[in-house]
């Protein structure tokens, strides 16, 4: 099995920048594509970005521009930076992660970012 660790929410005005980090620790050789996703209050939990083992990114339209997944496959971390923070970026965000030969799931706990107006 897979387990994960998120780190780095918080409060942070308009504009500024945070950097969400996801360690993954188990059968870490079997993840295959890590990701963020989020779920702001009263909405569906959506996709902002994800990264698959070999390095392919894809971006929600939302965020394209202003936030960059990358991943250290050495330390097993997947990172979300997050520059040009807007308000309606404030949600829990939720790491997860897509391992093993029957493409298993597993999510993170969330870590809350709230961007101020």
């Known amino acids: 099995q897979v387990q994960l660790v998120e780190s780095g929410g918080g409060l942070v005005q308009a504009g500024g920048s945070l950097r969400l980090s996801c360690a993954a620790s188990g059968t870490i050789f079997s993840i295959k594509t890590m990701g963020w996703y989020r779920q702001a209050p009263g909405k569906q939990r959506e996709l902002s970005a994800a990264i698959t083992r070999g390095g392919s990114t894809n971006y929600a339209d939302s965020v394209k521009g202003r936030f960059t997944i990358s991943r250290d496959n050495v330390k097993d971390t997947v990172y979300l930076q997050m520059n040009s923070l807007k308000p309606e970026d404030t949600a829990v965000y939720y790491c997860?992660?897509?391992?093993?030969?029957?493409?298993?799931?597993?999510w993170g706990q969330g870590t809350q970012v709230t961007v101020s107006s």
């Open positions: 997860y992660a897509i391992y093993g030969y029957y493409n298993y799931s597993r």
